[in-house]
């Protein structure tokens, strides 16, 4: 399997502007889980989602995120419009089920969103 | 809920010497415990978990760490570092009834140099 993979590596976008950012998960995985990663604030969990559902987004900071799971296969986190502030990696993650042996989480390389 | 603090946040190490990595965490419910490291521009990387069963659990890389439930710690160590180690080691922890929300600490980064 080639991991989880995120699209685009990096994204320099102008403030104001709407900025989508891609993930595949592994598949098999049920869980996806989008993570922000920025010096200040370390890595947070954003939202995460269970067999394409979304069970937690409290850690969404603001209505300009979103975020959709419309198959297994396939996560958007969307910000519109962009700050500056938004500035940072973004990861996701994917997992089996609690309770799987193999219960971890494997992460993608990251989006590196830069807003000017 | 949960948090976790890692005690340093950079630690030089020469090579070939061993290294502690040092992580508490605070809960009232039972948790998962990890380690992650993070290489440069790279996501993060499994490095070992704790879930249940022996206190001390290996992971890749030659690291090891030790759970230790009346200290509520969870320390990373390495007899013997490599140049190769110089990353970014993040200790993070989940409840066991809520998998998913792994709560992070602030990151050591660890600098080894010949």
């Known amino acids: 399997d080639a991991g989880v993979i995120q699209s685009p590596r990096h994204e320099v976008t102008e403030m104001g502007q709407e900025v989508t950012l891609r993930c595949k998960p592994i598949?098999?995985?049920?869980?996806l889980f989008w993570y922000r990663q920025t010096m200040m604030r370390g890595l947070e969990l954003l939202i995460y989602?269970?067999?394409?559902?979304?069970?937690?987004d409290s850690g969404m900071p603001e209505d300009r995120f979103s975020a959709k799971m419309p198959n297994a296969s396939f996560s958007t986190l969307k910000i519109q419009p962009s700050e500056p502030r938004d500035s940072a990696v973004y990861f996701c993650?994917?997992?089996?089920?609690?309770?799987?042996?193999?219960?971890?989480?494997?992460f993608g390389q990251g989006t590196r969103l830069t807003v000017v | 809920a949960q948090s976790v603090t890692q005690l340093d946040s950079q630690v030089p190490v020469f090579e070939e010497a061993p290294v502690e990595l040092r992580c508490n965490y605070s809960?009232?419910?039972?948790?998962?415990l990890f380690w992650y490291v993070q290489y440069p521009n790279q996501g993060l990387q499994l490095l070992l978990k704790?879930?249940?069963?022996?206190?001390l659990v290996k992971g890749i890389n030659g690291f090891e760490a030790e759970f230790n439930k009346s200290q509520t710690s969870f320390h990373l160590r390495k007899p013997s570092v490599h140049i190769s180690d110089t990353a970014e080691y993040f200790c993070?922890?989940?409840?066991?009834?809520?998998?998913?929300?792994?709560?992070f600490g602030a990151g050591t980064q660890v600098v080894v140099t010949p």
């Open positions: 598949s098999g995985h049920n869980s």
């Open positions: 989602f269970n067999n394409n559902v979304p069970i937690d």
């Open positions: 704790y879930l249940s069963g022996s206190t």
């Open positions: 993070a922890v989940t409840r066991t009834d809520s998998w998913g929300k792994l709560q």
């Open positions: 809960s009232s419910v039972s948790v998962y």
């Open positions: 993650a994917s997992s089996f089920p609690q309770g799987h042996l193999n219960t971890e989480a494997f």
